[in-house]
């Protein structure tokens, strides 16, 4: 056998699932290259477009809440210097995993991401959130986008608490602010 082919060999042993044909081997970039977006740019940062949908979550959560936005197509923003609550945060997590978080992992989150005086998860924290979770593990992440009503190309598309008459191909008809 060949070194290269050896060294071939030992790289596919070592992936999570060395079966499985991925477009990209890095997790944040396997979406596939006609979706058009990935999750992680080039150096292994959040994308410019996770960071825009990342924002309109943070905004449906944070503290103060956001000026509310007409039916134009855009994106909620947070506040200069928003926070997630202990509220806030418990909402997140249930509105994207089913249940808010228990007090070990609320606790792990307000010691090791960026946070305010008293505690609350700024956008710069739910942000590492999230780079770390897409670093390791980029279908978690694309779940939790889903849960918020974002597809694969990171459009704003119908979800349970928007209006399901509307076209569901139009990001612009679904980008509402939803209290």
Request: with cysteine; hydrophobic share 30%.
């Amino acid at each position: 056998m060949s070194k290269m082919h050896r060294d071939l060999e030992e790289l596919r042993s070592q992936s999570p699932r060395p079966e499985t044909p991925e477009p990209d081997s890095r997790q944040g970039r396997r979406n596939p290259p006609e979706a058009g977006v990935q999750l992680l740019d080039d150096d292994g940062a959040i994308s410019t477009q996770l960071e825009s949908c990342l924002k309109h979550i943070f905004a449906k959560y944070c503290t103060p809440k956001p000026s509310p936005t007409p039916n134009n197509g855009k994106l909620l923003e947070p506040p200069e210097g928003a926070y997630l609550s202990s509220e806030g945060l418990d909402a997140w997590a249930r509105d994207t995993n089913g249940a808010p978080f228990d007090q070990a992992t609320k606790d792990e989150l307000l010691e090791f991401m960026d946070v305010t005086d008293d505690g609350g998860l700024t956008f710069k924290g739910f942000m590492q959130v999230y780079q770390l979770q897409t670093e390791n593990d980029e279908e978690e992440t694309w779940r939790d986008l889903s849960a918020h009503g974002f597809d694969r190309t990171l459009r704003l598309v119908t979800s349970r608490r928007e209006d399901a008459d509307a076209d569901p191909r139009s990001a612009a008809a679904h980008a509402t602010y939803v209290d």
